[in-house]
């Protein structure tokens, strides 16, 4: 039997999407009640469940084979990893996140030259500090346990914080400044696990098969008939990945037309389709989209 995988996955916000994913792609974790350690149904990968601050400090380490973690605590932490591949997905949208230096709205501070001598509050104090020495301006940033929104025009006149919207801040009555990074998610891998033929080999596929149920989120399959003779108008207006795939049907009366479209799409492209005289229109959801 091959040694198994060690895996990180983060706990917290992370942690229902990512199970949610890993499901798609086909592997299914489980985690009982207050436990740490799902189950896996593959018998050459274990996963602990820890913090996404924490992961890429255990994979630098090799306690740790791979993990998927933020790229900002990779960058926070200072981790020498290997970035696998990049997913592109957050607690609530499957986009990049950002950390914004946020003030209050009546604040006087209005740009990043505004914090000369100002304290700032934040849970990356390392991407903050450098944020501050490449734009030659000198504060004191201090470490944040939590409830940072809070924080601003009481306890500090500035924070760096995270968002996926905004919407928080705006409930909190905080103005962004500045965007001081956007970051995504990434699978990440310890260098001699990387290095290790059986290893990467697993490491590979698992990246490839996450990122395929990613790209197959927010598309769908559209399956329909069509005449021989509409089939070129459908062509026309037909929206592909790449390009329809065309059967034609055993009496030779038309075609069979399949394509991989964006769900967003779907319901404007569904009544040019019948205009048409496209017939039989199924719709179905992917689970992975391997390019």
């Known amino acids: 039997m091959k040694e198994r995988l060690k895996l990180g996955l983060p706990k ?11 499901n798609r792609a086909g592997w299914r974790f489980t985690l009982s009640q207050r436990s740490y350690k799902p189950y896996c149904d593959d018998p050459e990968m274990e996963a602990l469940m820890i913090r996404a601050q924490e992961i890429s400090l ?11 973690t933020g790229w900002d605590w990779v960058l926070e932490n200072g981790s020498d990893v290997i970035g696998v591949c990049e997913l592109v997905y957050a607690k609530h949208f499957m986009r990049p996140v950002r950390w914004v230096l946020a003030v209050p709205e009546d604040s006087d501070i ?22 501050l020495k ?12 939590g409830a940072t929104e809070i924080k601003a025009g009481l306890l500090v006149d500035a924070i760096v914080e995270i968002t996926e919207t ?17 970051s995504t998610t990434r699978l990440i891998a310890n260098r001699d696990a990387f290095e290790d033929p059986s290893k990467n080999q697993k490491i590979q596929n698992f990246a490839r098969l996450l990122q395929g149920a990613i790209d197959a989120t927010d598309r769908v399959g559209l399956k329909m008939n069509i005449t021989n003779e509409n089939l070129p108008k459908l062509i026309a ?47 179905y959801p992917l689970n992975k989209v391997i390019p």
Request: charged share 20%; hydrophobic share 40%.
């Open 58 to 68: 255990y994979v630098e380490q090799g306690i740790l084979d791979a993990g998927i």
């Open 237 to 283: 207006i037909l929206p592909a990945m790449k390009t329809p795939t065309i059967s034609h049907l055993y009496n030779g009366s038309g075609a069979a037309v399949e394509v991989i479209v964006k769900e967003e799409t779907v319901r404007d492209i569904i009544p040019e389709l019948i205009k048409v005289g496209a017939t039989d229109i199924i719709e």
């Open 166 to 182: 905004g919407n928080s801040l705006k409930a909190n009555n905080l103005r962004i400044v500045d965007t001081v990074m956007e």
């Open 134 to 145: 490449e734009k030659n301006i000198e504060a004191v940033v201090e470490f944040s346990w």
């Open 110 to 131: 209005r740009c990043v030259q505004d914090l000369q001598g100002c304290r700032i509050s934040t849970e990356v104090v390392n991407i903050t500090r450098q944020y």
């Open 12 to 22: 917290g916000s992370l942690q229902e999407i990512t199970f949610s994913l890993l």
